[in-house]
């Protein structure tokens, strides 16, 4: 039997892009609470914590009660609009998620997403029996960079660090699988340097050996334009 080894995926920018639905939802929740927000108070927030973001919109105003509330509103919605319109899996997910699986690698999600917002994504990108595991916001305690998310789904697999890589698109993302003593694969639309073994603007550019080679240390970093 060969040995277990795992892919570790990031979801929101690396699954999905999912950024359009969560705009909606944060601009909508943040209208019935008497806030306008602008769509670069959204960019600006990207990758952050719910309580972090609504702190800063709401200032002194911001309660627990009322981030937890708002946060909670703010994501049921974006499940809503992701159940409505179904969502999209980036150029290329699909077939590598689907290939890795019949090639026999285990498979995690390793996202500081809320379970639920996970698993309605999965759900409706049909993959769910592609997966192995799931670790999601509640599951850790300090975010990316902090390794701890890959560390974690590592575990839920069972396969040690140096038998994973990760898939990401976040600079903070790939910090974190360094210092978890995982390889990675970068999904970088902008070509900002994204310090991954392997940058690719989408993994459908990716060669079909790709995950094989990076695991076996025998990959370059690879350039495309």
């Known amino acids: ?18 950024a359009e639905f969560h705009w909606m939802s944060w601009r909508d929740t943040m209208a019935n609470e008497g806030v306008a927000i602008t769509q670069e108070q959204f960019l600006s927030s990207f990758g952050q914590r719910n309580d972090s973001i609504i702190s800063r919109w709401l200032g002194a105003a911001a309660t627990h009660e009322r981030i ?11 499940r809503d609009l992701v159940r409505k319109n179904g969502i999209s899996p980036l150029p290329g997910v699909a077939s590598w998620v689907h290939r890795l699986h019949e090639q026999g690698w285990l498979q995690a999600i390793a996202s500081s997403a809320p379970r639920l917002n996970i698993e309605v994504v999965l759900e409706a990108l049909g993959a769910c029996h592609c997966f192995q595991g799931i670790v999601s916001a509640e599951d850790v305690h300090r975010g990316k960079p902090d390794p701890e998310v890959y560390l974690t789904a590592a575990s839920r697999v069972g396969v040690p660090p140096e038998r994973c890589i990760v898939v990401e698109d976040a600079a903070a993302g790939i910090e974190g699988a360094r210092r978890a003593g995982m390889r990675s694969i970068g999904v970088s639309h902008k070509d900002n340097h994204l310090g991954a073994n392997v940058v ?10 790709a995950f094989e080679e990076l695991l076996q240390g025998s990959c370059w970093p690879t350039k495309n334009g």
């Open 200 to 209: 690719v603007q989408s993994l459908d550019l990716l060669g079909s050996s």
């Open 1 to 18: 039997m060969s040995m277990a080894r795992a892919v570790l995926w990031d979801m929101d920018g690396t699954l999905i892009d999912s």
């Open 68 to 78: 937890e509330r708002i946060g909670n509103a703010k994501e049921g919605l974006y």
